[in-house]
């Protein structure tokens, strides 16, 4: 009888049948083959076969690949091929793992896929001086959840619960919070608005802050409508006005600089009002290759102007220094060139100015005028956004939404990131005091496409409008809820009085965002926030010129359920990135279309549903087809407007010379970078 194995250590240890039953079972439930008899017969059997090898293993003890070769083979003689397929490919890819593990020396038993073991080595675990790496994923979670806890009265209590939603992958902060907590830095926020104002000090003490903040892995976002226009006439020197672009090179410059020490690139917003003189050189301003490559931008249009590019009308300019007229510009002419400007590289995005401040929750402050890199959060000046998303496929049973588990953890992340804002050491007075004062949070998901993907909901369906709206309702409701038990327990935020909350109980002024998720979600293993897969098989650069072949896991599942897996078969979709010239059902292609698939109205509206109910704004890019023309474009931004959206990016495929992802197009196959995530934007200048 078989009594030890030995492990992949070389570490000698007893043979543990219960094992292989877990690991038949978890194959099984992959496939909807579960079944916990035949499970237990099975590993019997395996067993068996064991016992009777004895005399083929070194000492008469197998070693952990010895018994794993076993169980495919009973596996594949049994019944259960579809288990069979699965248990196989899921081993497949945890040597990969562990390939990748050894080379970079990390110790994981948490079991991360190859994704993810790449990104967390490069950004997220703690490193020596001589840059080895001294920390487990799992030892991550709990430097995490140990710092975050300390602000609660019952930090024990606490501190498991937040360890548990990381480590199950049900809830993952933003990236600072991963990498700086506990550390000696200590800054945890994603993003936080400087403000610019007309003179050499305001620009240049922005410009110092900007820096400090990217060194810790933040985003920075700005308003330049405040800088006189080029040209204009500087009375303490009689000297030219250079105007906001001039300085916006000197802030990519420092960005560029700054990102070669830091542990991820920086990344900024770059807002114009549309009434700006100078407009127009800001739209065109990264028309130029590697121009501004730091930056996204958009335009801050109102209400006024949109109406006017529908009507055929000019507006004025104004010069903001004097706040005098400073001429006149057709509207739909200036609409034009953002439109084109936008097909042709992917910037600008428009910001809708007035639909931000309609929705304002803080309107005695004033106005909001900038955004985070992303666009997702609005936020006055110096106050900061600390962001976390769920991973929705955690809470799909069967094809239901399991609504409570949702509930439960909609409560805890509230909780996690307002203790976020306390946990925080904030980089200057001016950000703490705005952090403190608005408490503004951002809860978001992650993994819808491949929820509804689990739900065999198409994306680009009404009904997929309906579970977005459904959805976000819900999230949105209980954060509120959770905030609200909160003020109770801890006192409202100060900033109440001046807020849409006046005389009620709000511990956060907003608390939902949707972010794009990035890295995060590849940590998660799931699709990135709001987005449609982009491609459902390819192949991933892992190392300088290695690379492995990936596959939605879902899909995966899926054709492993319905019969129609092969390797051929997921050779043939890696070379198109989509199943539209493969044979597979009618209704598994409806449910897997991919983002180029979907109608770019379809895009907007799955944008507009989450926004109805989000707090802050939706970070989502509208992809379109390289065929798309600059009409569509116009379109896009139009009926986002008149949708309620708060802004939006458009990306037309292949429309920068450096993107995350290639499609294969039918001929060699679809290759991603190592920091893709499916459903992220394409282009560089946004997987932020």
């Given amino acids: 009888m078989v009594k030890q194995v030995r492990k992949r250590t070389g570490e000698i240890v007893p043979f543990n049948s219960g094992k292989i039953t877990a690991?038949?079972?978890?194959?099984?439930?992959?496939?909807?083959?579960?079944?916990?008899?035949?499970?237990?017969?099975?590993?019997?059997?395996?067993?068996?076969?064991?016992?009777?090898?004895?005399?083929?293993?070194?000492?008469?003890?197998?070693?952990?690949?010895?018994?794993?070769?076993?169980?495919?083979?009973?596996?594949?003689?049994?019944?259960?091929?579809?288990?069979?397929?699965?248990?196989?490919?899921?081993?497949?890819?945890?040597?990969?793992?562990?390939?990748?593990?050894?080379?970079?020396?990390?110790?994981?038993?948490?079991?991360?896929?190859?994704?993810?073991?790449?990104?967390?080595?490069?950004?997220?675990?703690?490193?020596?001086?001589?840059?080895?790496?001294?920390?487990?994923?799992?030892?991550m979670f709990k430097r995490v959840a140990k710092t975050i806890a300390r602000a609660e009265k019952n930090p024990k209590k606490y501190e498991s619960q937040f360890f548990e939603i990381m480590k199950n992958l049900e809830f993952l902060p933003n990236s600072p919070t991963l990498m700086n907590a506990g550390t000696k830095l200590g800054q945890l926020s994603a993003c936080f608005a400087l403000p610019i104002e007309d003179s050499l000090e305001s620009i240049f003490a922005s410009l110092e802050k900007m820096a400090l903040i990217q060194q810790s892995g933040g985003g920075t976002g700005f308003n330049f409508s405040h800088l006189r226009p080029k040209g204009d006439i500087v009375r303490s020197t009689k000297g030219v006005a250079s105007g906001p672009v001039s300085?916006?090179?000197?802030?990519?410059?420092?960005?560029?600089?700054?990102?070669?020490?830091?542990?991820?690139?920086?990344?900024?917003m770059a807002i114009l009002s549309v009434s700006h003189p100078d407009i127009l050189e800001f739209i065109t301003s990264k028309q130029?290759?590697?121009?501004?490559?730091?930056?996204?931008?958009?335009?801050?249009?109102?209400?006024?102007?949109?109406?006017?590019?529908?009507?055929?009308?000019?507006?004025?300019?104004?010069?903001?220094?004097?706040?005098?007229?400073?001429?006149?510009?057709?509207?739909?002419?200036?609409?034009?060139?953002?439109?084109?400007?936008?097909?042709?590289?992917?910037?600008?995005?428009?910001?809708?100015?007035?639909e931000i401040n309609r929705k304002n929750q803080v309107y005695g402050l004033g106005n909001l005028e900038a955004t985070n890199p992303c666009g997702e959060v609005p936020l006055f000046a110096y106050e900061s956004c600390n962001l976390g998303s769920i991973n929705l496929t955690k809470f799909v049973e069967g094809k239901q939404i399991n609504w409570d588990g949702l509930k439960e953890t909609v409560h805890l992340a509230t909780r996690f990131l307002d203790d976020v804002i306390s946990a925080n050491k904030f980089p200057f007075k001016e950000v703490e005091e705005m952090a403190k004062g608005n408490r503004r949070i951002g809860l978001g998901i992650m993994g819808f496409a491949e929820m509804i993907a689990l739900l065999e909901i198409p994306y680009d369906s009404k009904q997929a409008i309906e579970i977005a709206d459904k959805l976000m309702s819900f999230i949105n409701k209980e954060s509120h809820l959770a905030s609200q038990a909160l003020a109770k327990e801890k006192g409202n935020?100060?900033?109440?009085?001046?807020?849409?909350?006046?005389?009620?109980?709000?511990?956060?002024?907003?608390?939902?965002?949707?972010?794009?998720?990035?890295?995060?979600?590849?940590?998660?293993?799931?699709?990135?926030?709001?987005?449609?897969?982009?491609?459902?098989?390819?192949?991933?650069?892992?190392?300088?010129?290695?690379?492995?072949?990936?596959?939605?896991?879902?899909f995966q599942n899926v054709a492993i359920k319905?019969?129609?897996?092969?390797?051929?078969?997921?050779?043939?979709?890696?070379?198109?990135?989509?199943?539209?010239?493969?044979?597979?059902?009618?209704?598994?292609?409806?449910?897997?279309?991919?983002?180029?698939?979907?109608?770019?109205?379809?895009?907007?509206?799955?944008?507009?549903?989450?926004?109805?109910?989000?707090?802050?704004?939706?970070?989502?890019?509208?992809?379109?087809?390289?065929?798309?023309?600059?009409?569509?474009?116009?379109?896009?931004?139009?009926l986002a407007w008149k949708l309620k959206c708060k802004g939006i990016t458009i990306y037309r495929y292949g429309s920068k010379p450096e993107q995350v992802l290639y499609l294969g197009e039918g001929k060699k196959p679809s290759k991603v970078t190592s920091e893709f995530t499916e459903g992220a934007c394409t282009s560089k200048t946004c997987a932020f």
């Fill in 23 to 139: 690991a038949i079972e978890k194959a099984m439930r992959a496939v909807d083959e579960e079944d916990a008899k035949a499970a237990i017969n099975l590993t019997i059997k395996i067993a068996s076969e064991i016992n009777g090898r004895v005399s083929e293993f070194y000492q008469g003890i197998p070693d952990v690949e010895q018994i794993q070769n076993i169980v495919e083979e009973v596996l594949s003689k049994s019944k259960f091929e579809r288990t069979a397929k699965a248990y196989m490919l899921y081993r497949r890819s945890r040597t990969h793992a562990r390939e990748l593990k050894k080379f970079f020396g990390i110790k994981d038993d948490l079991k991360f896929n190859v994704n993810a073991i790449r990104v967390l080595q490069e950004r997220y675990l703690l490193k020596d001086e001589k840059g080895r790496i001294i920390e487990t994923p799992t030892g």
């Fill in 493 to 554: 935020f100060p900033n109440i009085g001046k807020s849409v909350w006046k005389g009620k109980s709000m511990r956060n002024c907003a608390c939902t965002t949707i972010a794009p998720t990035g890295t995060i979600s590849i940590i998660a293993g799931c699709s990135s926030g709001i987005e449609p897969l982009f491609a459902l098989a390819f192949m991933r650069e892992v190392l300088a010129g290695k690379h492995l072949f990936e596959a939605n896991k879902i």
């Fill in 247 to 268: 300085f916006m090179k000197i802030y990519d410059e420092a960005t560029e600089t700054i990102k070669q020490g830091g542990k991820r690139r920086g990344a900024n």
């Fill in 288 to 354: 130029k290759e590697r121009q501004l490559s730091n930056f996204n931008i958009s335009v801050a249009a109102n209400d006024r102007f949109l109406d006017n590019v529908e009507k055929n009308k000019n507006y004025e300019l104004v010069n903001p220094h004097t706040g005098k007229n400073a001429g006149r510009m057709n509207a739909k002419s200036v609409f034009e060139v953002i439109a084109r400007s936008a097909w042709q590289s992917g910037d600008p995005g428009m910001v809708f100015i007035d």
């Fill in 562 to 638: 319905q019969g129609f897996y092969s390797e051929d078969l997921m050779n043939k979709i890696a070379v198109y990135g989509n199943l539209h010239k493969i044979n597979v059902p009618a209704k598994i292609k409806s449910i897997f279309k991919t983002a180029l698939e979907i109608p770019m109205e379809q895009h907007i509206k799955i944008q507009a549903a989450f926004q109805r109910h989000t707090d802050n704004a939706v970070s989502k890019t509208i992809n379109l087809p390289n065929s798309a023309k600059p009409e569509d474009v116009k379109k896009a931004y139009m």
